[in-house]
T-cell receptor, first 113, second 111 residues
Framework: EAEVAQSPRYKITEKSQAVAFWCDPI?????LYWYRQILGQGPELLVQ????????DSQLPKDRFSAERLKGVDSTLKIQPAELGDSAMYLC???????????FGPGTRLTVT | SQQGEEDPQALSIQEGENATMNCSYK?????LQWYRQNSGRGLVHLIL?????REKHSGRLRVTLDTSKKSSSLLITASRAADTASYFC???????????FGKGTTLSVSS
């Protein structure tokens, strides 16, 4: 069964360092989402791509976060510089064109020290 | 911001019992989905119910939707230890594309 791949699974970084997460969606899925999930909360959308275009990045802290999906396939989310409050689970999800159900990857657990 | 609010926040039951969790939301929706998340893992889609549907079944899951009350419920019948997880309701945003999740209900099923 096709799955969304994410790496790394765990990342520990020091405050002010740069960190990057990678996501490979299910093949053929046009829409890709990055969510941030703080412990005890539900996921919150950071950015949504349709193919290679950003559809919604209104909740992305653009002073330190950036996201790209250059060829409309895999995607990278970057944080620079990382802050203590960025410690969270970063989830990637994808969905087919016109389909509401989203398929999630296993997530990257980020700890900023 | 979070649209859905699940209730209760935590639920502990014995294997074989039924588990019911509720979700309330604030604005009109096109559809509502329920997802499960095992500890420290990604979310798994369980079921989607459209705004013009009142009830939907999938295996041991039963979902109801009351758009007049802006609420939904998820019933898991004959629960198993493997059902132990967090359950989230999610509604579509104003653009109808991204999901807005609630804070979730943590279900513990003991054998």
């Amino acid at each position: 069964e096709a799955e969304v791949a994410q790496s790394p699974r765990y990342k520990i970084t020091e405050k002010s360092q740069a960190v990057a997460f990678w996501c490979d969606p299910i093949s053929g899925h046009a829409t890709l989402y990055w969510y941030r999930q703080i412990l005890g909360q539900g996921p919150e959308l950071l950015v949504q791509f349709q193919d290679e275009s950003v559809v919604d990045d209104s909740q992305l802290p653009k002073d330190r976060f950036s996201a790209e999906r250059l060829k409309g396939v895999d995607s990278t989310l970057k944080i620079q510089p990382a802050e203590l409050g960025d410690s969270a689970m970063y989830l990637c999800a994808s969905s087919g064109r016109g389909v509401h159900e989203q398929y999630f990857g296993p997530g990257t657990r980020l700890t900023v020290t | 911001s979070q649209q859905g609010e699940e209730d209760p926040q935590a639920l502990s039951i014995q294997e074989g019992e039924n588990a019911t969790m509720n979700c309330s939301y604030k604005t009109s929706i096109n559809n509502l989905q329920w997802y499960r998340q095992n500890s420290g893992r990604g979310l798994v889609h369980l079921i989607l119910i459209r705004s013009n549907e009142r009830e939907k079944h999938s295996g041991r899951l039963r979902v109801t939707l009351d758009t007049s009350k802006k609420s939904s419920s998820l019933l898991i019948t004959a629960s198993r230890a493997a059902d132990t997880a967090s359950y989230f309701c999610a509604t579509d945003d104003q653009a109808g594309t991204a999901l807005i999740f609630g804070k979730g209900t943590t279900l513990s099923v003991s054998s």
